[in-house]
């Protein structure tokens, strides 16, 4: 069973930088895109950022656009969410997603594989 490994979550203050990195167990998996998710207390699971692993084309969400980059290595098949002026309101458990069979790949269903998630916590 493919597990899919995060790691770079932790504590910044509000306007610092975060960069997540996420890969899965086995190196010779590949999926159609892969993306990220977060989920902050007491709300649901949210759509923060989408790629194509062939093309490399992404997808943000609105409330990211600007601040973060999805990215994706080819040859360590990692793929990397950077995080720049970071916001308290970005406080979130995030996930690492990988999918196939998809078409946007921006909702939740489109994902057959999901990592255990990385706390990011932005202090005011």
């Known amino acids: 069973q493919v597990q899919l490994v995060e790691s770079g979550g932790g504590l910044v203050q509000a306007g610092g930088s975060l960069r997540l990195s996420c890969a899965p167990s086995?190196?010779?998996?590949?999926?159609?895109?892969m993306g990220w998710f977060r989920q902050a207390p007491g709300k649901e699971r949210e759509f923060v950022a989408t790629i194509r692993r062939r093309e490399g084309s992404t997808a943000y969400a609105d409330s990211v656009k600007g601040r973060f980059t999805i990215s994706r290595d080819t040859a360590n098949n990692t793929v990397y969410l950077q995080m720049n002026s970071l916001k308290p309101e970005d406080t979130a458990v995030y996930y690492c997603?990988?999918?196939?069979?998809?078409?946007?790949?921006?909702?939740?269903?489109?994902?057959?594989?999901w990592g255990q998630g990385t706390q990011v916590t932005v202090s005011s």
């Open positions: 997603a990988a999918g196939s069979g998809g078409y946007y790949y921006m909702e939740s269903v489109e994902y057959n594989y």
């Open positions: 086995v190196r010779t998996f590949r999926s159609s895109a």
